[in-house]
């Protein structure tokens, strides 16, 4: 158990909804990362926020958002659901923000199948 | 733009024989490198990480080193177990301060037979 947690664990909706992932990180990690892993596209970065902040932003559609809250837990937000936003979205946190100076732990993720 | 490429699976051993996996990077600067597996139905885990030229990580058996003038970070180990099936994924990142995000390679799935 890595000490972060995702809910929910499934979650199956149409498309053109809006669906709402949440993330819990480890006590005490400052981070947040949420990456988007699919059989196409492999394990993509989404977005990253420390200590409330955005830091990072990788290949996020404009259709996604995310923040992170002041009791440090983290949202995202898919809005407008195609068929390819099925994936498995993985929620990290760090205690820091630079991957060489922390180790990221990872979620067990949250499996979006949009029909 | 940075990248990360390993070997494609999946790779099917037999107990207790050796194992590599490959993978080579690209990057501006001077990335720090990071193996990590995931076992079916869990999230990831990191493994070990070099975060220098030269440098080895290893954990659980597992080993790889960090060689720059091969842009490359290949995974082994001596004697793999029926425990050790699993996908494997290569990553760099090249940040540092308070932005951290990883580049993963593809990931490479592994089955040891017993």
């Known amino acids: 158990d890595s000490g972060v947690t995702q809910t929910p664990k499934h979650l199956i909706t149409a498309t053109g909804q809006r669906v709402t992932l949440r993330c819990s990180p480890r006590s005490g990690d400052l981070s947040v990362y949420w990456y988007q892993q699919s059989l196409d596209q492999g394990l993509q970065f989404l977005i990253q926020y420390y200590n409330g902040e955005e830091r990072a932003k990788g290949n996020i559609l404009e259709r996604f958002s995310a923040q992170q809250f002041p009791d440090l837990h983290s949202e995202l937000n898919l809005s407008s659901l195609e068929l390819g936003d099925s994936a498995l979205y993985f929620c990290?946190?760090?205690?820091?923000?630079?991957?060489?100076?922390?180790?990221?732990?990872f979620g067990p993720g949250t499996r979006l199948t949009v029909t | 733009g940075d990248s990360v490429t390993q070997m494609e699976g999946p790779v099917t051993l037999s107990e207790e024989a050796f194992l590599t996996i490959n993978c080579t990077y690209t990057a501006t600067g001077y990335p720090s490198l990071f193996w990590y597996v995931q076992y079916p139905g869990e999230g990831l885990q990191l493994l070990l990480k070099a975060t220098k030229a030269d440098d080895k990580g290893s954990n659980k058996g597992f080993e790889a080193t960090y060689r720059k003038e091969t842009t490359s970070f290949h995974l082994e180990k001596g004697s793999v177990q029926v425990s050790d099936s699993a996908v494997y994924f290569c990553a760099l990142s090249v940040y540092g301060g308070s932005q951290g995000n990883l580049i993963f390679g593809k990931g490479t799935k592994l089955s040891v037979k017993p």
């Open positions: 990290a946190s760090s205690v820091s923000g630079g991957a060489s100076l922390g180790e990221q732990y």
